[in-house]
C-alpha cells in the first residue's frame, strides 16, 4: 500500500520561496511516474508537474514553468517541488500523487493515483 506525506507548505510573500517535499512509503522507483497537483478554492484540481521515474522526463504546467522545479530523491523515496517567485495565484492545497502497478501518467494527469493528504500555500500580495 503506497502512501505519501507531503510537508513543507506555508505562508510566504509574493516573490518568495517554498520547497515541498513528499515522503513515499510501499512506492518503489521501478513504477510509472510522481507528480504535484493543486486545488484552489472554488477552481478544479490542476496539474502542476510530473516526474517519469523512468528516465526522469519531467512536464510542468505553463503558469509554473521557469519559476517551479519538480525533482526526486530515490534514495530518500522522496518527491520535491522547489516553488521560486511565488505569486499570489500559486496559493493553493498541494497534492502529490504516485503512479504505481496499473496507474500511469499522462503528462499533466494521473490515472489511477494514490494521493497525499495536501499541504497548504499560501502567497500574499
Known amino acids: 500500500q503506497v502512501q505519501l506525506v507531503e510537508s513543507g507548505g506555508g505562508s510566504v510573500q509574493a516573490g518568495g520561496s517554498l520547497r515541498l517535499s513528499c515522503a513515499a512509503s510501499?512506492?518503489?522507483?521501478?513504477?510509472?511516474?510522481m507528480g504535484w497537483f493543486r486545488q484552489a478554492p472554488g477552481k478544479e484540481r490542476e496539474g502542476v508537474a510530473t516526474?517519469?521515474?523512468?528516465?526522469?522526463?519531467?512536464y510542468y504546467a505553463d503558469s509554473v514553468k521557469g519559476r517551479f522545479t519538480i525533482s526526486q530523491d530515490n534514495r530518500k523515496n522522496t518527491l520535491y517541488l522547489e516553488m521560486n517567485s511565488l505569486k499570489p495565484e500559486d496559493t493553493a492545497m498541494y497534492y502529490c500523487?504516485?503512479?504505481?502497478?496499473?496507474?500511469?501518467?499522462?503528462?499533466?494527469?494521473?490515472?489511477?493515483?494514490?494521493w497525499g493528504q495536501g499541504t497548504q500555500v499560501t502567497v500574499s500580495s
Open positions: 516526474i517519469y521515474t523512468r528516465g526522469g522526463a519531467t
Open positions: 510501499g512506492y518503489t522507483y521501478s513504477s510509472n511516474c
Open positions: 500523487a504516485a503512479a504505481s502497478g496499473a496507474a500511469y501518467c499522462s503528462g499533466l494527469i494521473c490515472i489511477r493515483c494514490v
